[in-house]
């Protein structure tokens, strides 16, 4: 029996190979999986019918179908490379953390999956492009949809290393600058800084007229708490600590991350964002499978 | 409250574990990346409160476990109120069957009433108890119940004081030992103010201590003592002396030769008269009566004082003995020194002795005389010659170099040489390896023999002379020379006292007697007059420990506070329920 792999763990994917082979493998799966294009528009190459609803343009009606049953289809079009996406990927240094040794660092999560994202966007010759950031921008690579575009995104990818801190606002608003047509902006982050700040440079891309995707990535050790009888838990940016004992501590903090996830969620459904909470634990396909 | 295992109570320190540990178990922890932490220092934030209450309830929680499993250790006992059969007991019965318990109160034997509430305690007595039974003998007697009652059923007033204070000590002593839950000495005795005057007893703590209270007294008089000398009997009487207007009445005595079935008719009469003290209380009576002594022949004779009868029947008759004997045939060699020659005058005035051979006062030689009485010579180099003429003549003692002064201690009765100082004197020692005779020491100086007898010889360790001791200018010199001449060169000794049934009894030697005991009740048992609750409290045992109690109130104190429950199971459930209490908070609070 074939395995698919994006519906494997994805640590176990991970050793298969670097990050082409699994975003390929991933892809591959993902896409037999769906039998059609997840992301769909409006073009002059005709696709597939679907049943009329309400709302829908009469010109798309196929009235051929409409004269021989007396049933309302529309046509679908491909639309060709008419969305340019960015994908933004978080490398701060609380990106590089894995709660086991069995399981991916965050990093290395966020770099599969947005390879295998730009992958299937590219794949639908829509221009992708990549932008990866800690305490500043480090990688840009423009949206484009030419060849050896997704090779140079996994490129960037690779040669973005561990950051400091995190500055998502100032990684996002240099991104505005970057993205002069109406596109798609995905954002693989922690979500480990200013809610606030972020949320005004991601509402500022919104009001540009872009879809936002936010994939808040976390390690499942990062949900519940666990650990020594006694521990002194230290932020690796900026050094913080604080001495808990996990055991009495452990449900006032998954509380609080409850709170913290439904917070973010809340936050950017009102601004018309897509929220989506990841666990590195969760099989890539079905991290992607939240876009469709 | 009290503790079957108190010193477990010791394991009270361990309550300060909890404690200790908090803050012992303060070491560095181990630090690990976290990136997370703004939620972690969120979540602390708001829990900050409930983890300090749930520490410290924590704290107090583990605290109260360890004090309450201490406890329980400790097996604490409550007392329970009502009813119930009582704890395992350990319990001395002390009857006082004492001579004073013979007295008729109210028409009935004290002693009747006293056996009644023993047989009342011992009844209720379990097996489970440890139970003894204490006579005026002041012997602890164990055994079954049954045995304990039967001992009690027979019991007779007896011949011997119960001195109180000293056998709640020992009966205290006894169930303090006892590993059981309850310690009890129940007292059952006419409570004498005479038998609680020896101080206050030291009963431990945990043991109880209940007196029957005394009934009423009774007015008594008994004879205390009868000594006999210069041919007359002196009596004296002990008890009460007043009569119910509280004046001193006089108390007929009466005299008889022999003594228990061989008594003889009444010889003589008395009458004696009680005095009165500055405070107005009645003096201790004492009649002189003189003695049929012409028409005795010489030799040991036995007589009997005897008063009317009342309510005490026991002191109302005493024996007494002496010895009719000739005055000793003595004199004085010229070397005993002119305080002897004087006190032979004297007594040969008084017709205590008259001049003759056959007792020898010596002054550093050894006459050849049947009794001699030998002086230490002036002239310390006649030392030697007279140790060898001792050896010569088989007395085992000599006189050694001179030692150091002292007072005489004597354990002659009535003899004047306690206390008298002695400025010089030889040491005494005894010759050869042999044992002395605890009788042949007469009397010692720091310890060390001063007044010896060996046969028909005595020797002293100090000439006779103010020089040497001041016994010649005391008033007892010329009873102690009359006591050497006529008494102890004789080897007789005196007539001593001793408690028991009234009789005298002989002592001799080979198919001499050479003295007498007579026994009697002691003269204390005389006083029926009962202590006060205050005093019985005081003297046996104190506040808490000691109850003076009526008949009814006896009947249902006794064991009561034995009637106790073992509250170790209550702790061991409230225990139980800590650890219960902690597992939940400690799990379900996180």
Redesign the interface.
């Given at each position: 029996m074939v395995q698919r792999l994006d519906l494997l763990d994805p640590a176990e994917v991970a050793r298969l190979g670097g990050i082409e082979i699994v975003a390929e493998g991933v892809v591959e799966g993902f896409l037999a999986g769906m039998h059609r294009s997840p992301f769909r528009g409006f073009s002059v190459e005709f696709t597939e019918h679907r049943a009329y609803q309400a709302g829908d343009e009469l010109k798309y009606l196929d009235w051929r179908i409409l004269g021989r049953s007396d049933r309302l289809f529309v046509k679908q079009f491909e639309e060709e490379t008419n969305l340019r996406s960015m994908v933004l990927v978080d490398a701060s240094?609380?990106m590089a953390?894995q709660g086991s040794p069995e399981r991916l660092t965050k990093r290395a999560y966020a770099d599969r999956l947005a390879a295998a994202l730009a992958l299937i966007l590219l794949r639908q010759r829509d221009a992708t492009g990549l932008v990866t950031f800690d305490d500043q921008v480090r990688q840009v690579i423009p949206a484009r949809v030419k060849a050896g575009q997704w090779t140079r995104i996994v490129r960037g990818l690779l040669d973005t290393p561990d950051g400091q801190g995190t500055a998502a606002h100032a990684a996002l608003q240099r991104l505005t600058a970057l993205l002069a047509r109406r596109g798609m902006v995905v954002l693989i982050s922690?979500l480990?800084f200013d809610r606030e700040l972020a949320l005004a440079a991601l509402r500022y891309l919104r009001h540009r007229g872009h879809q936002v995707v936010v994939f808040h990535l976390?390690d499942p050790a990062?949900v519940e708490?666990s650990?020594?009888p006694?521990?002194?838990?230290?932020?690796?940016?900026?050094a913080?600590?604080?001495?808990?004992r996990p055991?009495?501590?452990?449900?006032?903090?998954a509380?609080?991350?409850r709170r913290?996830i439904a917070a973010w969620r809340k936050a950017c459904r009102r601004h018309g964002i897509a929220y989506h909470h990841v666990q590195t634990d969760m099989p890539f396909g079905l991290a992607l499978r939240l876009l469709t | 409250m009290s503790f079957l295992h108190p010193l477990a109570l010791l394991g009270l320190a361990a309550a300060a574990i909890p404690a200790l540990l908090h803050l012992l178990q303060r070491r560095i922890p181990p630090e690990v990346d976290f990136p997370p932490v703004r939620y972690l220092s969120a979540a602390e934030r708001e829990s900050a409160r409930r983890l300090k209450l749930r520490h410290l309830l924590l704290l107090i929680l583990r605290t109260a476990l360890i004090v309450t499993i201490v406890l329980a250790a400790a097996r604490p006992l409550v007392p329970l109120r009502g009813g119930g059969a009582h704890q395992p007991t350990a319990a001395v019965i002390i009857l006082d069957n004492s001579p004073s318990s013979g007295a008729i109160v109210d028409g009935a034997p004290v002693l009747e009433r006293l056996r009644a509430a023993a047989r009342s305690s011992v009844a209720r007595t379990t097996s489970a108890d440890r139970v003894w039974l204490m006579l005026c003998d002041g012997v602890l007697r164990g055994g079954t119940r049954e045995a304990l009652l039967g001992t009690i059923d027979s019991t007779r007033p007896g011949w011997l004081r119960l001195d109180l204070v000293q056998a709640i000590e020992r009966a205290a002593r006894m169930v303090n030992a006892q590993p059981v839950v309850g310690r009890e000495v129940h007292v059952l005795s006419d409570l004498q103010r005479t038998a609680l005057a020896s101080g206050q007893a030291v009963v431990p703590s945990g043991v109880r201590v209940l007196a029957l209270a005394p009934g009423r007294g009774a007015s008594n008089r008994g004879i205390a003592a009868v000594t006999v000398s210069e041919g007359a009997a002196v009596i004296e009487l002990s008890g009460a002396m007043l009569d119910n207007d509280g004046t001193p009445q006089p108390v007929p005595v009466t005299i008889r030769i022999g003594a228990g079935p061989n008594r003889g008719e009444i010889a003589a009469r008395g009458l004696a008269t009680p005095g009165r003290d500055g405070s107005g209380a009645a003096t201790r009576a004492a009649v002189t009566v003189s003695l049929p002594a012409q028409s005795l022949a010489p030799g040991w004779w036995v007589g009997e004082a005897a008063l009317e009868p009342d309510e005490l029947r026991a002191d109302d008759r005493r024996p007494f003995a002496w010895r009719v004997a000739p005055p000793a045939r003595a004199m004085a060699t010229p070397g005993a020194g002119s305080f002897v020659a004087a006190a032979l005058a004297v007594l040969q005035t008084g017709r205590h002795t008259i001049d003759g051979r056959d007792v020898v006062i010596s002054g550093g030689d050894l006459p050849s005389s049947p009794h001699t009485i030998v002086q230490p010579p002036d002239d310390p180099a006649l030392v030697g010659q007279v140790n060898r003429a001792l050896g010569s003549r088989g007395v085992p003692w000599r006189w050694g170099p001179l030692s150091t002064p002292g007072v005489l201690t004597s354990s002659e009765r009535g003899g004047g040489l306690n206390g008298v100082a002695v400025a010089r004197r030889y040491r005494i020692e005894r010759a050869g390896s042999g044992e002395e005779g605890a009788s042949d020491v007469l009397a010692t100086v720091n310890g060390e023999p001063w007044l010896v007898r060996s046969g028909s010889v005595v020797l002293l360790g100090s000439r006779l002379d103010t020089a040497w001791t001041a016994l010649p200018a005391s008033p007892g010199f010329v009873p102690f020379v009359d006591a050497l001449v006529n008494r102890i060169v004789m080897g007789e000794a005196e007539v001593a006292a001793a408690e028991g049934a009234p009789h005298v009894e002989f002592r001799t030697r080979g198919t001499d007697t050479i003295g007498a005991t007579v026994f009697g009740p002691d003269a204390r048992e005389s006083d029926l007059t009962p202590a006060t609750a205050a005093l019985v409290t005081a003297a046996l045992g104190g506040n808490g420990r000691t109850s003076v109690l009526s008949a009814e109130r006896f009947a249902a104190e006794g064991f009561s506070g034995t009637r106790r429950a073992d509250a170790s199971g209550i702790l061991l459930l409230l225990a139980l329920l800590l650890a219960a209490a902690e597992l939940g908070v400690a799990t379900r609070t996180r």
């Open positions: 240094r609380s953390w922690d480990l976390m990062e708490l650990g020594p006694e521990v002194r838990f230290k932020d690796p940016e900026s913080v600590s604080v001495v808990v055991r009495e501590l452990a449900r006032a903090y509380e609080t991350v913290e | -």
